[in-house]
């Protein structure tokens, strides 16, 4: 028997421990760390923030040289000739066509003399090689270049294009740290609102049992005929409502959970336990707010400061095309044939350097875009004018609302003391016979009340607060 004992114990034990390591025990810094590490919105923003700096420094390169190397190769199927078909003959046959030309006006003996020696033949040689200096061998054709460009003055463009690409990368850095905040936040109140649901849990929990016991002690004086079937049935009802309640409270703890698991990037079918469980922490409203500050610190404020000066220089990379543009250059140009040597089929280059000069004339397209740019950068400053009153608006709203759930609080507690006093005088009372079980019920709902309006009270405290601590910036 003693063994079957041992058996046992070991066994609850045992499934105590299996049920343990099944939980997971979350405080609210392992929410906080498990949602920063999972969130995809997160990766987004930080791939926009990788993407800015790649544009900042390809926006800073843009003021540095230009290198570039150019090679082509041609075949043609001809050659190029200087001379046509009949300069060629006449030019081939130079000797001949010489002495057949002179041989009227020539001594015969003279002209014997001539037309016996190599003067022709040589004559029809330099002709020939003449001809074969005017075809040029263009059958394959090198070249290629190195070149070089520097901007020397683009209309103030390049560092207006730096400019606003520095901005924008500080503009998805504040975007990161808004996402990383409004994540925080809303694991903030999923934990809290888990925490808020499990006192509401307790409580129903707490009311069946209250209800319970009424409805045993009312059956008892049913038999005892002190009670009639009627406050027997009636307690069943209010007991059946107080399990309906339970069942609600349980359901909705359970998607709260969920929620919870959602953000923090956790299967939604493992079960979590939370660190803390008090709800209420003092908080109380500020007394003064110095809506300067809060404005520096508000990141929608940041962003729109820094919208306004990519905005700006907008304009000037706008105005720049109404202005000169001044480009330096520099290369090296190698041919085959050699271009600079009678087309000799051999490789030879040359450096060229130059100044190129753009200046806009008439362009109609460039004026209205400046006008574009500045309507936008004038968009964007009466969005900061009308934030700046938004954000005064919200940061006085949660202050007032954090007062008065303070005074909520601190009115709920003044009912909770008294229902629970009214509670133990009546749960004495129906003891003593003096009241009914109506009258007992009564009271057990009225402390269940206020002992829910205090849960709510201290929820509303804790999250009028982190809001708050929000619209401050902080």
């Not at 290198?67 to 046509?84: H, M, P, V």
């Not at 200096?133 to 294009?161: C, H, I």
Request: aromatic share 6%.
């Amino acid at each position: 028997m003693r063994i079957s004992k041992y058996l046992i114990v070991l066994i609850v034990l045992l499934t105590m421990a299996v049920s343990a390591e099944a939980q997971t025990a979350l405080s609210l810094e392992d929410c906080h760390r498990l949602a920063l590490q999972s969130n995809g919105n997160l990766k987004i923003s930080e791939e926009k923030k990788a993407e800015t700096e790649a544009l900042k420094k390809m926006a800073l390169s843009e003021f540095f040289p230009k290198f570039s190397a150019n090679g082509t190769y041609i075949w043609n199927e001809k050659t190029i000739s200087l001379l046509s078909d009949e300069q060629k003959d006449r030019i081939n046959n130079l000797g001949t066509t010489v002495l057949t030309d002179l041989a009227p006006s020539l001594n015969p003996t003279l002209l014997a003399l001539l037309s016996g020696g190599n003067l022709a033949q040589n004559l029809n040689l330099t002709g020939q090689n003449i001809v074969n200096a005017m075809e040029l061998d263009f059958t394959n054709v090198f070249a290629g270049t190195v070149s070089v460009l520097q901007p020397v003055y683009l209309g103030g463009k390049l560092r207006a294009l730096y400019q606003a690409a520095s901005l924008a990368d500080q503009l998805s850095g504040i975007q990161y740290d808004k996402e990383k905040e409004d994540l925080l936040i809303s694991v903030d109140a999923a934990y809290w609102q888990i925490i808020s649901l499990q006192h509401k849990q307790q409580l129903a929990q707490q009311y069946c049992d209250l209800l319970t016991r009424l409805s045993s002690d009312v059956e008892a004086m049913k038999d005892a005929e002190v009670a009639t079937q009627g406050d027997l049935t009636k307690v069943r009802v209010k007991l059946n409502e107080a399990q309906m309640s339970l069942t609600k409270a349980n359901n909705g703890l359970a998607l709260s959970k969920m929620l919870l698991m959602q953000l923090c990037g956790l299967p939604m079918n493992q079960d979590i336990t939370l660190v803390e469980d008090t709800i209420l922490v003092s908080y109380t409203p500020a007394e003064s707010i110095n809506m300067e500050e809060v404005w520096q610190n508000r990141s929608e404020m940041r962003m729109l400061d820094i919208s306004e000066g990519i905005a700006d220089a907008g304009v000037k990379i706008a105005t720049s095309g109404l202005l000169p543009n001044i480009v330096a250059t520099g290369s090296y140009v190698v041919t085959n044939p050699n271009s600079f040597n009678g087309f000799q089929t051999e490789f030879d280059g040359m450096f060229t350097v130059g100044v190129a000069v753009n200046i806009p004339l008439l362009h109609a397209s460039d004026f209205y875009a400046v006008k574009a740019a500045k309507h936008k950068r004038n968009e964007i400053q009466y969005q900061r004018d009308e934030a700046r009153s938004k954000i005064e608006l919200q940061v006085n709203k949660l202050n007032y609302e954090l007062e008065v759930a303070n005074k909520k609080l601190a009115q709920a507690l003044s009912n909770l003391e008294n229902a629970e006093e009214n509670l133990r005088l009546a749960d004495e009372s129906f003891k003593a016979g003096m009241i009914n079980s109506n009258d007992l019920m009564s009271a057990q709902t009225a402390w269940l009340s206020a002992k829910s309006d205090v849960i709510d009270a201290e929820i509303e405290i804790r999250m009028s607060h982190l809001y708050l601590q929000q619209a401050l910036g902080r």
